[in-house]
C-alpha cells in the first residue's frame, strides 16, 4: 500500500518506509483512509543532513528573513482555517468550534506573529556590550532542531506550527518536525502551508521538513546525530526519557515537557468563604478539554473538616453529572485506567467515576479519588502517578503541617496553586504553604485554576524534573522560549565591520540592549 | 592517622574516613605535612541535609543577605593573601607573585565582589512583568549547588572561592564545595574565611560548606541526590561525563567545563605582515602557565607554504629556547605525554620537545606538532586529543578550502580565534572561515590569543559540547554566569503583597525589569 510522501529537501518525497500507519477518529473508533509511513533511518538521516545544509546557507541571516517566513506562514494557515479545523476533528474528536477555531488555532497564529516580532526585533538575543574591553555577546541559533509535538494540541504544540516550531525558526534554526502519530492529516496540511510559505520567502531547502513517525531506535539516533543542535519534545514521560537520555549522552540540550499532577491547594478561609464558587471553577478545570492539558490540577490538598467534606461532595456531584468527554483515543482512556488503578491500588478510594466508557467512543468516566495525607506520605511515588485526562485525586490533611509535608515530597510541577479568603484569615497558612510549593512548580498562582496557560513574555511552562529537564527554560511565553534554540556566541575585540548588525556600535534596528551595565535602545558612543 | 576535619552544618567537625590522602609539592615531589580525608557516603549525605536545610531557612531572602556574605569573604581573603599564596605555591608550583598574589587573588576578589553586586541589584533574575495578564516572573535560586574545583586554578575556580562558588551563591544557593585533592590545604584556608563571613553576615548552618575528596561512586550519589539542585564541575572528561550521565538521569543540572583545544587561525596576509609578532604571542600564550589553562591555544590551523615554514621554526626556535616550567602535578606530565604520543601515533610529527622533564619537578618539554589538513581529515577524532599543558599542534593546509573542511570537523570548544591582516588581504578567506569556526566556539576571537578570560558581563567562558554540557551557559561573566544556578518562578495573579520585592510594581531597588516589551527602572503604573 502505497503511503503519503515526507517533506525532505524542500519535496515531497515518495518515502521508502516498509512500515505504515493510520489515524483513526476517537469518536467513532473508525479508521481514518490516509496511509502514513513509519520513514526508515536513511530517510531520516536525508533530512538531518539536508537540515545542516540549510544551517549553513543561513549562518548570518538577519532575523528579519526569519519573520517574514514565520508571518506569510501564519497567514496561509489562517486562510486553511476550514480544512485544519475539520481535520483535526476527525482526528482527535477536540470540538471544532469553541477549541479548534475559536482558540487553538488563533493562539497558533499569534504564536507565529508573536516569534516574527521577536525575531525582528532580536528581544531574544540578549545583545550585551562590553564597550571598554571591545567583548560583545548575544545568542544565536543552535543548529537544526527537532520537533516532536504532542497528541494533546494538534494545532498550538504541533512539531510543524506550534510553540517549540515557532520558537526554534525565530531562533534562526531549520526544523525537522516529528508529526504525532494521532493526527497526520492535521500535520501534512500544515507543512503543505509551511514548505509554500518558505519558497515565498525563499528560505532554502530543508529548512522545514516533516516525517510523521519513526522506529523508536531511530528516535534515539535523530536526537543524537552530531548534526543536530537541540530538539523539543513534549509527551509522554517514557518515551521522553529515553530521547533524554540519548541526547544528554551526545551532549545535545534538549527540552522535555513529561508530566505534571499541578496541585491545587485550597486553604480553610477560602472554601468558607466561596466553595461553591471554587468547586464549579475546580471542576470546569478539570474536566475541560477532557482533562488533557499539561497543566490538569490533577491533585488538590485540603485540611480534612465538615467544609472540605461538603466541597468534596459538591464536586463529585458535578463531576457525575457532566457529561463523559471523549478522548484523544483509545491509548489515553488505557492508560487513564492504569493510572486510576494503581492510585486505588495504593490507597486513595474512587469517590465517583473509575472506569472506562461514559462517553462517545475513547472515554472515561469523570473521576475523583481521594486519600489522605498520612497516606500520601506513605506511598507518595505511586499516589503522584499521572492520571491524564478527566480524573483528580483529592489528598485531604489532617493539619497544615502535614499539607506542607505533602508539598515537601512532591516531584517538580509546572504549575502550583493556592486559594486563599480575602480577609486575611489564610495569611500565616499561605506563609507557610507558598514557601514549599514555589521550589517545587514553574508557575505559582493565587486563586486561579492552572490551565490557562497565557502567551505573555513572563509565562514560565516549565518546572524542576520530572515536569520538565532543565527548570530554568520555559516552552511558552516570548522571547524567552526561543532561547531554547540558541547558543550563547561571543566576540572577544572582533573588528567593527565584521560583528553582526545587532553588536555593532551603531544600533540600526533600535533594539533592546544590555550595554555596560545598561539596558538601552541608543548607538554605543565610542 | 588523624585527619583534618571537614566543614560541615556550620562547624569544623572530625571526619570518620578511614581513608585519607596527602598533596605533594610539584616541584620537588616532597609529601606535604596536611593529612586529608576521603569523605565515606554518611558524612556527604549529612553535608547534603544540612545544605537542603540551609536552603529552606533562605527561601525568600533577599540578594541584599548574599551580597553581604560575598563582600565579607572578599575582604577575609584579602587580609589572609600572604598565607594564601605560599600554600598554593607549595602545593600547585604556581608562581607565587605574578601568577598567584599578581593575577588570580585579585581575580578572585573581584568575582566575589561583583557576584554581591550582582545580587544586591537583582540583574541576573531578568525580572520580567506583564502588567495587563498580572502574570511576573524571574529566576529564584536553585537549590543546594556542589561545585567541584579544578587543579589548575587554586583561586579563581577554587570549589569554595571561584567563579562557580561566586554564582552559586548570589543565586541565593547554599554551595557543598569539592575541593580538588591536589590542593588542599589552599582550600582550607578558603573554607576557614567563608564559615567565618557567614557567621558574621548571620547565614545558616550548611550555607557553605567543604568535603576534600569522595569515592568516585560517591560523587556519582552527590550530583544526582534528590536534594541537590545542580553541580557546576571543571575539569577532565572522564570524571565529567560520568557524572554528567548521573545529573542528568535524576534531571539535575550539571554545568560542566570539560576540554578545549581552542583553535587559532592565522591566514596568509596576517603572517606576511606581522609573522614574528604572533609567533612571540602565541608561543608567549601557549607556553604561560606551562600551557596548563581552559583556554590554551592547543590547535593552529595554517596554509602551506615558505611563510608558514618561517612561522614555525619561529615557534620551534622559542618554545626549545624557552624555560621548561613545573606542572601542577606528575598527573599532568603523564597524561601530556599520553597526549603526545596518541596524536604522534596518528600521523603528527614531533618539531620538538615531546618528552617528559626538562624542568623542575613534574615537568614536560615545550612541545610543537606538526600535521597537514589531509591527515587531520583522515583521523579527526584522534588529532584532536587534547594536550592539557605546553604543547600545541600545527595544521597546515593545502588550501583554504581544506582548512575550512578541518573546522567543520571540530568538536566543541570554548574559543575560536583568527588572525587577518589589516589591510583587507585576508577579508575574502575570513569571511569564509569565521562562519564555520563561529558554530564550533564560545567565543570567537579577532587578532587575540584565547588565554585571557576577562570577567565582563559580555564574557562567554562556554561552548558546544564538549567543551561544555551546554551551550547556552558561561562559567565567567557576571550576571551571565549566575543564571546557571537559578530556575524560572512565575508568578501568575500572585497577589501584590505576597511578591518579592523586585516583581512589585514600586521598584524600590530602582533595578532593571522587562516591564511590558521595555526594559526600565521605574515603578509599574497601575
Given at each position: 500500500m502505497s503511503s503519503q510522501p515526507v517533506?525532505?529537501?524542500?519535496?515531497?518525497?515518495?518515502?521508502?518506509a516498509t512500515k505504515i500507519f493510520q489515524a483513526s477518529n476517537p469518536a467513532t473508533g473508525e479508521v481514518l483512509p490516509g496511509v502514513y509511513p513509519v520513514s526508515p533511518w536513511s530517510e531520516i538521516e536525508r533530512a538531518i543532513q539536508s537540515a545542516a545544509s540549510a544551517a549553513k546557507v543561513m549562518r548570518g541571516w538577519s532575523g528579519e528573513r526569519f519573520a517574514k517566513f514565520l508571518e506569510a506562514y501564519a497567514v496561509r494557515i489562517e486562510a486553511k482555517k476550514a480544512e485544519l479545523v475539520a481535520q483535526a476533528h476527525l482526528e482527535t474528536a477536540l470540538p471544532a468550534e469553541g477549541r479548534l477555531a475559536g482558540n487553538e488555532l488563533p493562539r497558533t497564529i499569534n504564536q507565529l506573529k508573536t516569534a516574527a516580532v521577536a525575531a525582528r526585533s532580536a528581544s531574544w538575543c540578549s545583545p550585551t556590550i562590553d564597550s571598554k574591553a571591545n567583548i560583545r555577546s548575544q545568542f544565536g541559533p543552535i543548529g537544526p532542531v527537532v520537533v516532536f509535538g504532542p497528541n494533546n494540541f494538534p494545532f498550538a504544540f504541533n512539531g510543524i506550527s506550534g510553540?517549540?516550531?515557532?520558537?526554534a525558526i525565530a531562533a534562526g534554526n531549520?526544523?525537522?518536525?516529528?508529526?504525532?502519530?494521532?493526527h497526520p492529516g492535521t500535520?501534512?496540511?500544515?507543512?503543505?502551508?509551511?514548505?509554500?510559505?518558505?519558497?515565498?520567502?525563499?528560505m532554502p531547502p530543508g529548512f522545514v521538513q516533516l516525517i510523521y513517525r519513526t522506529e523508536h531506535a531511530d528516535g534515539v539516533k535523530l536526537v543524537s546525530h552530531p548534526l543536530i543542535g537541540a530538539t523539543g519534545y513534549t509527551g509522554g514521560r517514557n518515551t521522553g526519557l529515553t530521547l533524554k537520555d540519548a541526547a544528554d549522552k551526545a551532549g545535545k540540550p534538549i527540552y522535555l515537557e513529561l508530566s505534571s499532577i499541578n496541585p491545587v491547594v485550597i486553604l480553610p478561609g477560602a472554601l468558607a468563604e466561596r466553595g461553591d464558587k471554587i468547586a464549579e471553577?475546580?471542576?470546569a478545570s478539570c474536566l475541560m478539554g477532557v482533562g488533557q492539558f499539561c497543566t490538569n490540577p490533577g491533585l488538590v490538598l485540603l485540611l480534612q473538616g465538615p467544609a472540605t467534606d461538603r466541597f468534596r461532595e459538591d464536586v463529585r456531584q458535578r463531576f457525575a453529572a457532566a457529561p463523559v468527554g471523549t478522548l484523544l483515543g483509545s491509548g489515553v482512556s488505557k492508560s487513564l485506567e492504569q493510572g486510576v488503578n494503581t492510585l486505588a491500588a495504593h490507597g486513595a478510594t474512587v469517590e465517583t467515576g473509575g472506569k472506562i466508557g461514559g462517553g462517545k467512543g475513547a472515554s472515561f468516566q469523570n473521576t475523583?479519588?481521594?486519600?489522605?495525607?498520612a497516606l500520601f506520605l506513605k506511598e507518595p511515588h505511586a499516589l503522584q502517578t499521572e492520571t491524564f485526562g478527566n480524573s483528580t485525586l483529592f489528598v485531604e490533611c489532617q493539619s497544615i503541617t502535614e499539607l506542607v509535608q505533602v508539598l515537601d515530597v512532591l516531584e517538580g510541577n509546572l504549575t502550583g496553586s493556592v486559594y486563599s479568603d480575602t480577609t486575611g484569615k489564610d495569611d500565616s497558612n499561605y506563609e507557610k504553604v507558598a514557601p514549599a510549593l514555589r521550589h517545587r512548580v514553574g508557575r505559582l498562582l493565587n486563586d486561579k485554576m492552572p490551565t490557562?496557560?497565557?502567551?505573555?513574555p513572563?509565562?514560565?511552562?516549565?518546572?524542576?524534573?520530572?515536569?520538565?529537564?532543565h527548570p530554568a527554560f520555559t516552552a511558552v511565553g516570548i522571547p524567552a522560549s526561543i532561547h531554547r534554540f540558541g547558543m550563547l556566541q561571543c566576540y572577544d575585540s572582533v573588528r567593527e565591520s565584521r560583528l553582526p548588525e545587532t553588536l555593532k556600535n551603531r544600533n540600526s534596528g533600535g533594539i533592546w540592549r544590555f550595554v555596560d551595565g545598561t539596558w538601552t535602545q541608543a548607538d554605543v558612543s565610542i
Open positions: 517533506l525532505i529537501g524542500g519535496e515531497w518525497v515518495s518515502s521508502i510553540g517549540d516550531f515557532a520558537a531549520p526544523v525537522i518536525a516529528k508529526g504525532h502519530p494521532s500535520t501534512r496540511i500544515f507543512a503543505e502551508e509551511a514548505l509554500q510559505a518558505a519558497k515565498q520567502t525563499e471553577e475546580f471542576s475523583l479519588l481521594r486519600t489522605s495525607g490557562g496557560v497565557a502567551v505573555s513572563a509565562m514560565n511552562h516549565g518546572g524542576p524534573f520530572p515536569a520538565t529537564g
